[in-house]
């Protein structure tokens, strides 16, 4: 079936031949005669547009088409879609302006722009008639866009739960699987190797799973991305990764692991989002999470994301979060549904974008439970100053623990979760106890979910 214009091929035009961008290529290459069955017309790359021309490309394609002239993509009016797969806010938000400019339908990967910029984009695409798709943007190949713009859409949604980050699901999975050998080790009188942070990091550098410069992803920006994504999508107002409260993980130790095991729990790189009657609160942050729970055995380079519904109640996605064909799944989904539309002549597509003005919470308004571990001195009363400073803040202590006790240093270290406390509760009694003349040092504060 020709396009309504009478045409029988639709062209693409990548930006990107990379990673994703050569996944998407072989896909499209391999699949065609599949493809063109579903759409009604025949995708053909027609150009792709790459930074440096003599780097060996991971895809055979026709000769002529690559290019490193991105202006004459964006001109060619044989391009119907533009797949957006180089990355980073600038140039890619130049380019996505300028192709919607040029009446061109956009499909992209970049969460980062997607996050900071995606409602303004998304509205300028819909006022020229066209779509900005962005499945591939958060979780690689598990369908969470489509799901969040659509499917989900009759519900009132009330909280995202993630685990939305593989590089540092995979430290973490590690630094969790090191801390339990090494117990085991340590009860059969044999010394652990130390199964640190550091350790874990350059695992997964050699994997290819870290990038050599992985501040991005083990400082939380990645995640937080792709929360303000989902949580701008599931509560329809607008959520800006810099109103996401964001901590990384690279401060968490073998001990925090070990406790977390002793006390039945799992820690993640949790990203959450949650509307309470006041707002909205999100955060991105190593978190307590009971070994119950499905999140907590999502384990590796897996992600998953849990989203309740007021109708549907929880439903959970899990799959490969990232890499070449899981997410040229995505990218390519979202090029058939495009390439559809223009088959059959639909100028107008469905528009999203926020709907209202929910006030975003600062973090001091949430209310949880909390896991800390402080050094202090070992000498009889400490607990009791210690419990003291924490209820004059109204914080109850649920459980304490003393762990690694140095009996040369004559200190300890203790666990302590407390019952649910708010969080600017908890923060000032933190600011309190670290003046106290027996804690040497707060090492350790997480909240623990339920
Ligand atoms: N990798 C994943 O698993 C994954 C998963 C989900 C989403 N994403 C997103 O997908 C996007 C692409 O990621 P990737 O992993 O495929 O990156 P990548 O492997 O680094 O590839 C980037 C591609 O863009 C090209 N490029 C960069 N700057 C350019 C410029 N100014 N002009 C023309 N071409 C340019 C590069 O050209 P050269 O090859 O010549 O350097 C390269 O081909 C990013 O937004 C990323 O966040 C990636």
Known sequence: MPTKDGRSQIGVGLIGLGVVGSGVARALLERSDYFARQVGAELVIRRAAVRNLTRPRAVELPPGTITNDVEALLADPAIDIVVEVMGGEEPAGTYIRRAIASGKHVVTANKELIAKSGTELLAEAHRRGLDIMFEASVGGGIPLIAP????????????????????????????????????????????PPTGGYQEALREAQELGYAEPDPTNDVQGHDAAYKLAIMATLGFRTRVHPSQIHTEGITQLSPSDFLAALELGYAI?????????????????????????EPLARVDGVYNAVQIHGDLTGTVLFQGRGAGSEPTSSAVVADLLDL???IVLGTRERKYWGPEGDIPILGLEHLETRYYLRVKVTDKPGVLAQIARTLGDHHVSIAAVNQKETDTDARTADLVIMTHRAREGAVQAALRELATLPVVIQVSAFLRVES
């Not at 993630?162 to 999975?173: S, V």
């Not at 993640?268 to 999470?289: S, Y």
């Open 148 to 191: 969040l713009r659509r499917d989900l859409l009759a519900n009132r949604i009330s909280s995202i739960r993630a685990i939305i980050n593989g590089t540092t699901n995979y430290i973490l999975t590690r630094m969790a699987n090191a801390a339990a050998v090494a117990e085991a080790l340590r009860r059969q009188g044999l010394e």
């Open 268 to 292: 993640k790189l949790l990203a959450i989002a949650e509307r309470t009657d006041q707002g909205i609160i999100a955060r991105v942050a190593p978190t307590f999470i009971p070994l119950s």
């Open 339 to 341: 390439a559809h539309a």
